[in-house]
């Protein structure tokens, strides 16, 4: 057999295959010929969102919006055993001091999964960057902490323990166990700042 036939046959075998899989793709709904099928999105349930995983792969962590409350809650969920376990109520949880609902831009999980920091209150300075609050939350604890306020940036150290951070031009280490925050830098002025970077003109 040759290339150009074997060619043709796989063409051919695609051609009749692509109606069978558009029409079984939605088995509730009732097209009235193969062309109609043909221009139909293909659709499906979507996956979960922000997938992090932890533990060395052996479970990851998602979001997904509560129907009832219109909250965001965190899940872990274990493949191996396949348990899902809610670990963070976005409804019930307040920023401290107030009872005002805690709501997040974005989540990362501290190494060892004992902690979630947050990114919430962004403001906006330029097109694509603004400051914004962090918080670290304890899973086990249930308790919400500050650890920056009005930052440009924040990270977590690799071993979990330290937050490094950018706030108005200078750097910033925060201890999350001792809750004690350090200052690295001191040289910042308007046109002058460490741990970010800048534009002249931002696109």
């Keep these: 057999m040759t290339f150009s036939l074997r060619k043709s046959m796989l063409i051919a075998l695609c051609t009749l295959l692509i109606p069978v899989l558009l029409l ?7 097209y009235n ?5 043909l221009r139909a999105p293909l659709s499906g349930e979507g996956g979960p969102a922000n997938v992090q995983w932890l533990d060395g792969g052996k479970k990851y962590s998602y979001y997904k ?5 219109r909250a ?3 899940h872990t969920y274990e493949p191996s055993s396949d348990t899902d376990m809610k670990v963070f109520d976005g409804a019930s949880i307040t920023f401290p001091g107030t009872e005002d609902r805690f709501d997040y831009r974005s989540f990362s ?3 060892g999964g004992e902690n979630i920091d947050f990114q919430t209150n962004f403001r906006r300075i330029s097109r694509h960057s603004g400051t914004s ?3 670290s939350y304890n899973v086990a604890s249930q308790e919400l902490t500050l650890i920056a306020k009005d930052a440009n940036t924040a990270e977590v150290s690799p071993d979990g323990n330290m937050v490094g951070m950018e ?3 200078d750097m910033y280490v925060y201890n999350l166990k001792s809750g004690k925050e350090k200052r690295l830098t001191s040289d910042a002025r308007e046109s002058v700042y460490n ?3 800048g534009w002249a003109y931002e696109e």
């Design 72 to 74: 965001r809650d965190i």
């Design 65 to 69: 919006s509560n129907p009832e409350t």
């Design 133 to 135: 609050d962090y918080y």
């Design 24 to 30: 079984a793709q939605d088995a509730d709904k009732n």
């Design 167 to 169: 706030k108005e031009g």
């Design 109 to 111: 999980w501290a190494k």
């Design 33 to 37: 010929s193969v062309a109609e099928a």
């Design 195 to 197: 741990g970010r970077f």
